[in-house]
């Protein structure tokens, strides 16, 4: 049972690219969310989505996108880089309202953009 | 607003002394509260929830809805408990349900 999926766990950009993080769960979970986390700062959250095709916004949403077109992935995506977006980024899952809401996390993604 | 609060970024005790990391929540509702943890260069795994009432590795947690916390204890630190703790919270929030988390505590035990 993978659980939930994130690559690359690494990567370094340049100011104005782009790249996608992937994620992945394979346990049926509708809500996904992508959080930020920075030094003393916590999590952070950038969207969520409950279920394929609905996506929202986080607290922290500026200089993100992100797509759900099936249950199992919801990538994020950065479309120009900035020197502000340096963290990391971990992916979750979860069933929340059913009694059984743990989340599941990614291995998380370091970025860092220079 | 909802919001969960951790006052302390450090805490730092000796093996054997008693852990409280603090965590304050603010929700106009029944919220679910958890406590995870992260171990260096770790994904996220949840410690324990609010509704379970269980005692994982010592760690337990009372939900205190009249002062809006849910405080983490464990009477005798161990130097493998060295971590950041998060508090989060799950509730609905705008029609949907979000999971919101303070912003962590590092428990440091020295030897």
């Known amino acids: 049972n993978a659980g939930v999926t994130q690559t690359p766990k690494f990567r370094i950009l340049k100011i104005g690219q782009s790249m996608t993080l992937q994620c992945a769960q394979d346990m049926n979970h509708n809500y996904m969310y992508w959080y930020r986390q920075d030094p003393g700062m916590g999590l952070k959250l950038i969207y969520y989505s409950v279920g394929a095709g609905i996506t929202d916004k986080g607290e922290v949403p500026n200089g993100y996108n992100v797509s759900r077109s099936t249950t199992e992935d919801f990538p994020l995506r950065l479309e120009l880089a900035a020197p502000s977006q340096t963290s990391v980024y971990f992916c979750a899952s979860s069933i929340p309202g059913t009694g059984n809401t743990e989340a599941f996390f990614g291995q998380g993604t370091r970025l860092t953009v220079v | 607003a909802q919001r969960v609060t951790q006052p302390e970024k450090l805490l730092s005790v000796f093996k054997g002394a008693p852990v409280e990391l603090k965590c304050n929540y603010s929700y106009s509702g029944s919220p679910e509260l958890f406590w995870y943890v992260q171990y260096s260069r770790q994904r996220l795994q949840l410690l324990l929830r609010h509704i379970s009432r269980e005692s994982i590795k010592g760690f337990t947690a009372d939900l205190n809805k009249g002062e809006t916390s849910f405080h983490l204890k464990k009477p005798f630190a161990q130097e493998e408990d060295s971590a950041m703790y998060y508090c989060?919270?799950?509730?609905?929030?705008?029609?949907?349900?979000?999971?919101?988390f303070g912003s962590g505590t590092r428990l440091l035990v020295r030897p």
């Open positions: 989060a919270l799950s509730g609905r929030m705008d029609s949907s349900y979000k999971l919101i």
